[in-house]
């Protein structure tokens, strides 16, 4: 039992020993050796591969791939007009020789953002100051960005090398400080409402232009109607007139009489009415004359 017991304990010893002398390196990888402390190997290709059990060798690994890093502090830099403006960019970065890389930056991929952060930032400050913010905006950002790029290459390829390889730097936004873009914004609204309140009193006063046309047209549209109205109704009356006296004009002793009839009409409108008149007047003349009231019909 003894004798199984310790072939088992052997075996799993084996195991044990032999899974910590493997590891496998990921194709988005490098992994790098150490032995005592010292690089030992780097290996970028893919697959298993095989070292000394620890303490005597052990292994890491670093990212290969493509990284991006983006600016980490929103500080504000100051253009060549001494304007405080804020610039967000990102850098895409590689590390290309993880043995320089991890002698002269550190031994993870957070390390180099830290420096490599730290070295963008400072040529972007430098070449920030030597541009106005209309060259930042529009005329010279893809000259900036280049800039940039070829400063902190020259930083990172130097005389200790970084084993990194700066592929693209982008500007991503370009913009005031917050107080100074409030005071803009302040200034744009002032501008806008000035405008606003200068087409509100355009339009008010060509409203009242207009209203006043229209209504000196509407006074001369009344008159010359009134006008022509009181024309057209001078020459009828004078029609009805030159009818009447021609009608007249053939039995004066009718029209008297009809006159008569009329003036009647006009004084006993309503049964309210109280007259109080002489008998023995002409008024009364075509009520008291039969024979004028007889006449009449003859005709």
Do not use: H
């Not at 390390?111 to 541009?131: I, M, S, Y």
């Not at 930083?155 to 005031?176: A, L, N």
């Not at 004084?267 to 109080?276: A, G, I, R």
């Amino acid at each position: 039992m003894n004798r199984i017991g310790f072939i088992v304990s052997s075996i799993l010893v084996a195991l044990a020993l032999l899974s910590s002398t493997l590891f496998v390196v990921d194709q988005r990888q490098f992994g790098v050796v150490y032995a005592l402390g010292q690089i030992k190997e780097v290996i970028t290709e893919p697959g298993l591969n095989f070292k000394l059990p620890p303490p005597f060798q052990n292994v890491s690994y670093i990212d290969k791939r493509l990284l991006t890093l983006s600016s980490l502090d929103p500080e504000p830099m100051l253009t060549a007009e001494k304007q405080r403006v804020v610039i967000d960019w990102y850098v895409r970065w590689r590390i290309t020789n993880p043995s320089e890389y991890i002698r002269n930056v550190g031994l993870d991929e957070n390390a180099g953002a830290v420096q490599l952060n730290r070295v963008v930032r400072n040529a972007f400050q430098e070449n920030v100051n030597k541009r106005t913010v209309r060259e930042l905006i529009s005329t010279r950002r893809e000259a900036l960005m280049s800039d940039v790029q070829r400063e902190a290459l020259a930083v990172v390829k130097g005389t200790k090398p970084w084993g990194i390889d700066i592929i693209d730097v982008r500007v991503t936004r370009v913009d005031y400080v917050e107080a100074i873009t409030e005071s803009v914004y302040r200034r744009m609204e002032a501008e806008r409402k000035r405008v606003a309140n200068e087409l509100r009193s355009t339009g008010f006063a060509e409203g009242e232009k207009i209203r006043a046309d229209a209504d000196r047209q509407r006074e001369v549209i009344v008159a010359n109607a009134y006008r022509d109205a009181q024309k057209i109704k001078g020459e009828g009356d004078a029609r009805a007139a030159s009818a009447y006296a021609e009608a007249f004009g053939r039995d004066p002793q009718f029209a008297q009489f009809y006159r008569s009839l009329d003036a009647y009409k006009q004084s006993f409108n309503k049964k309210s009415d109280v007259m109080v008149l002489d008998p023995s007047s002409d008024f009364f003349r075509a009520m008291q004359s039969s024979g004028g009231a007889a006449a009449a019909p003859r005709r």
